[in-house]
């Protein structure tokens, strides 16, 4: 008892600088921002994308990776085309607005 014990870092997550994040979080991160700037529910934008609530949740929390059918339905439930999405997710990651634990956390 007392004894520290050391775990080592796993393979994919070497010491150094953030990882970048990964494509699905900021695609969600840029969803949820847009639903809520909007002042839509999870349950509005999910029923006009022909979503469940519980799956597009997922989508914004970066836990599923959409089909771009998916994303073109969400996108368009929010008025925005598919293309939008994608320039809007490509600047915050150019920029640096984001990372890893910003967008999970979002």
Do not use: N
């Amino acid at each position: 008892m007392g004894d520290v014990v050391a775990f080592p870092v796993p393979p994919h997550r070497s010491p150094g600088p953030e990882p970048e994040p990964l494509w699905r979080e900021a695609v969600g991160h840029e969803l949820r921002e847009e639903r809520r700037t909007a002042g839509r529910t999870l349950a509005d934008v999910a029923e006009h994308a022909g979503v469940s609530t519980q799956y597009l949740s997922e989508v914004e929390r970066g836990r599923k990776e959409p089909s771009s059918e998916v994303l073109g339905a969400v996108a368009g439930a929010l008025g925005l085309r598919l293309v939008d999405l994608t320039a809007r997710v490509t600047r915050r990651l150019t920029v640096g607005e984001i990372s890893g634990p910003v967008c999970l956390a979002a």
